[in-house]
């Protein structure tokens, strides 16, 4: 029987190699990455990201998991506007796209916590960030833009599982809430600033 777990451990790893979606990919090692530390590759990239290219214009905290029982809310990145004070609570999402789907699945979002959340959506050859305003946005209801209605974990009423999928980002781009990210710098940067500063 041991010899037998063995050989179907071998011939289901070869079948799922060769179905790999993920093997060709520049991304690929996020697929071999644990659910907390592929989230921490979203937090990391949008906190540096900031403190790299937009410092003349905000200050930005992250404490990493220090936040979830903060005071003013659970997020994961602190954003001040030199300019006007406002601050921005800012909770980072990061999904990889399933292996047998185009969807993107992002967990544990709470209505009332943050400001915004930042969805980073990472496929086999692309990248995407959406950005969503909690303050007027209801997690319980179907967004009006990316169509889709998250669902409220079991047990709970405020905390929510939100899927995104090609489609949907698709209409985030075509409405300005998402952009597919490439190697323009300035572009990116003018698309942060619209939801930080504001």
Known sequence: MVRNIKESIAKQKKIQDERDRWKESPFKDVNDLKIDYSGKVGEDAVYEFIRDHMSDMYDVEYDGDKNINADDG?????VRSKSSGVEKRIEVKTARIGTSS???????????????????DISFQDLYVTFIDLNSYDLRERHPILGTRPHARKETDNKFKFDT?????SRGIREGITIKLDDDLERTIEFFNRFLSN
């Open 102 to 120: 185009d969807n993107f699945q992002h967990e544990g979002l709470h209505n009332g916590v943050c400001d915004l959340v930042i969805f980073l």
């Open 165 to 169: 999928s090609l489609s949907s980002l």
């Open 74 to 78: 659970t997020y994961d990145i602190k």
